[in-house]
């Protein structure tokens, strides 16, 4: 049972315009939640982190918003840009439990076009 | 810092033989953790280290996968025998302290076919 969901698979935008990438959980515990994104042949790197305690963090093009009471976020960059393509995933950890480990979504490959 | 090391960065063998991957994780970082990655379930955890103990290994799919951390500087992921089911990008990742709300770091991972 996936705890972490992403449910669209793949989002084409084109250049300039926002990006929205979304991503529903079903474990109340998860106190602190993460996107990733991740190259072809490359490790997934760390992108933006949001705890339970707020509900938006942004950094430079990068927003994420975090709706406790629906157990959903999301990720918005704008504006895009053609680098921006990649598969971004969704990870969430319950921290308060102790030794707390990233449970992942699927991933949702975002295609960015000029 | 180099960053979490694996290696091989690809690994094709038959089935029926023993497959080691290997992990190198950030200098002072204490947490270790092994992901695999495949189109169906994404990434998976499969076992993970805190100060080279194993915590939480219930990731790990059958008794044919095994993974040790002898010191903290390495870590190997061990499938014996292996099967074409195995194939999949097999990741290492590590970060500074428990794991508590924090992001962790990734190698480049290695790509295991197994035919």
């Known amino acids: 049972d996936q705890q972490v969901k992403q449910n669209s698979p793949s989002l084409r935008v084109q250049e300039g315009r926002i990006s929205i990438l979304n991503c529903d959980y079903t474990?109340?515990?998860?106190?602190?939640f993460l996107w990733y994104k991740k190259y072809p042949a490359e490790g997934p790197t760390f992108l933006i982190s949001i705890s339970s305690i707020k509900d938006k963090n942004e950094d430079g093009r990068f927003t994420v918003f975090l709706n406790k009471s629906a157990k959903h976020l999301s990720l918005h960059i704008v504006p895009s840009q053609p680098g921006d393509s990649a598969v971004y995933f969704c990870?969430?950890?319950?921290?308060?439990?102790?030794?707390?480990?990233?449970?992942f979504g699927k991933g949702t490959m975002l295609l960015v076009s000029p | 810092d180099a960053g979490v090391i694996q290696s091989p960065r690809h690994e094709v063998t038959e089935m029926g033989q023993e497959v080691t991957l290997r992990c190198k994780p950030i200098?002072?970082?204490?947490?270790l953790f092994w992901y695999r990655q495949t189109m169906m379930r994404g990434l998976e955890l499969l076992i993970y280290?805190?100060?080279?103990?194993?915590?939480?290994d219930s990731g790990m799919p059958e008794d044919r996968f095994s993974a040790k951390m002898p010191n903290a500087s390495f870590s190997t992921l061990k499938i014996q025998p292996s099967e074409p089911r195995d194939s999949a990008v097999y990741f290492c990742a590590s970060t500074t302290n428990r794991g508590m709300n924090t992001e962790a770091f990734f190698g480049q991972g290695t790509r295991l076919t197994v035919v």
């Open positions: 474990n109340s515990m998860f106190d602190y």
């Open positions: 200098s002072g970082h204490n947490s």
């Open positions: 990870a969430a950890s319950a921290g308060k439990s102790g030794y707390s480990t990233l449970t």
């Open positions: 280290f805190n100060n080279n103990v194993p915590i939480d």
